[in-house]
């Protein structure tokens, strides 16, 4: 039994360690004051502007018709006196379009960020809807996030089977989980 | 030796920040089923007692070390319990010093012309609270925001930590067949750079 808790334990974080220094990195860099750094550029398509849709499914169908993938920014919708403005953001990169429901012509403003902003990106971004990737990712962050669970749940279960150990890891646990826990209680009541 | 060592590396670490590793992944359930914990903030309004020695209020300017040069002594006279975060002039003259903490928002509202001010405090329910302490962070505030702010840099360089002293326990523990550990390790970690490929190249 405990060989298979430790093969659940080993193999579940083997197929998330990379998740999890996605999230490692992109946390430290959260900690600090970071501006994202961005490649402006400018693209002009003209599409079939949807008609008789709200607002927000117009942003929609008009991310799509662009090839564009990503989540549509919801504060960023507006309605403009040519048409509608709207962004459309995802790890990595982030477009600005400026749609004319006359003409059709799309005004498209593309922010292209680095490594470290794509990383940071990838730490916030759960199923991102309408792309098989979206989905995959969604599912790969749900399944670290469960896997950390576990792991937790099991380590804890290895420590105490080690007799010798459990001195230590209760002064471990008093100070630092102890003391964080205060902490979170002192910041929170 | 070395096993041992990174063994107890490992594990010591996940003690010592258990709790804070266990509310970094709780809070992000919450945070990504927005719909499962609806929020209902409540705001209370407290008119404070004057009159104010609001000094120099056109020279604090918008920035947020103008106003925590003063700030300090509000937060005394009003016992706000939060970190001083900014500073917001409004169109009509009134201004706010911003306070937030996990939570819990609470805006020092000044009224220059009428020498008034009132103390708003806006109490998030569980979502927004979970969220906050989730995004809660920055080497900014007094002592306790600094330990935070470590406690947050050593539960991410943990996750690292535990990614590479995991492979490293592995390796060593199944040094008869890793086959099904390069099985499941390659396919994590191509997944993984194959998105930020993907990402980097996609249009």
């Known amino acids: ?189 | 030796m070395v096993y041992t060592l990174i063994r107890k590396i490992h594990l010591y670490s996940a003690l010592f920040l258990g709790t804070f590793l266990l509310m970094y992944a709780g809070s992000a359930f919450v945070i990504f089923l927005p719909d499962w914990f609806p929020d209902n903030p409540v705001t209370t309004v407290v008119e404070g007692e004057g009159p104010f020695a609001v000094p120099e209020s056109t020279n604090w300017g918008v920035n947020k070390e103008a106003g925590g040069k003063v700030e300090a002594q509000y937060r005394r006279q009003y016992r706000i319990r939060g970190r001083y975060e900014t500073f917001t002039r409004h169109d009509d003259g009134r201004f706010d010093l911003i306070y937030r903490r996990p939570g819990a928002e609470i805006r020092l509202r000044f009224f220059p012309d009428s020498d008034s001010l009132n103390v708003i405090t806006k109490e998030y329910g569980f979502a927004h609270l979970m969220n906050r302490l989730h995004n809660f962070r920055w080497y900014e505030g007094g002592l306790p925001y600094q330990i935070w702010a470590l406690f947050l840099d050593l539960a991410a360089l943990a996750m690292i930590l535990f990614a590479i002293s995991g492979i490293l326990l592995w390796h060593t523990l199944k040094a008869r067949n890793r086959t099904m550990g390069w099985i499941v390790l390659g396919s994590g970690a191509a997944y993984t750079l194959g998105s930020i490929i993907f990402l980097m190249t996609a249009a």
């Open chain 1, 1 to 189: 039994m405990r060989k298979l808790l430790l093969d659940i334990h080993l193999y579940l974080g083997l197929f998330c360690a990379g998740y999890f220094i996605i999230f490692g990195v992109s946390s430290i860099g959260y900690n600090r004051h970071w501006d994202p750094i961005a490649e402006k550029s400018t693209v002009e398509r003209t599409i079939t502007p949807p008609s008789n849709l709200d607002l927000s499914a117009t942003a929609l169908a008009v991310r799509d018709s662009l090839g564009l993938f990503g989540q549509v920014v919801g504060w960023t919708l507006k309605e403009t006196e040519e048409g509608i403005t709207f962004r459309v953001g995802r790890p990595g990169r982030s477009y600005t379009v400026s749609l004319n429901s006359a003409t059709g012509r799309a005004h498209i403003d593309v922010s292209t960020y680095g490594l470290f902003d794509l990383i940071s990106g990838l730490h916030h971004t759960g199923f991102v809807p309408g792309t098989l990737w979206g989905w995959t990712w969604g599912l790969y962050a749900w399944t670290a996030m469960l896997t950390f669970l576990v792991a937790v749940g099991l380590g804890i279960y290895f420590w105490w089977a080690r007799v010798p150990e459990r001195r230590v890891g209760f002064w471990l646990l008093g100070v630092g989980s102890g003391g964080s826990l205060i902490l979170i209680l002192y910041m929170i009541v």
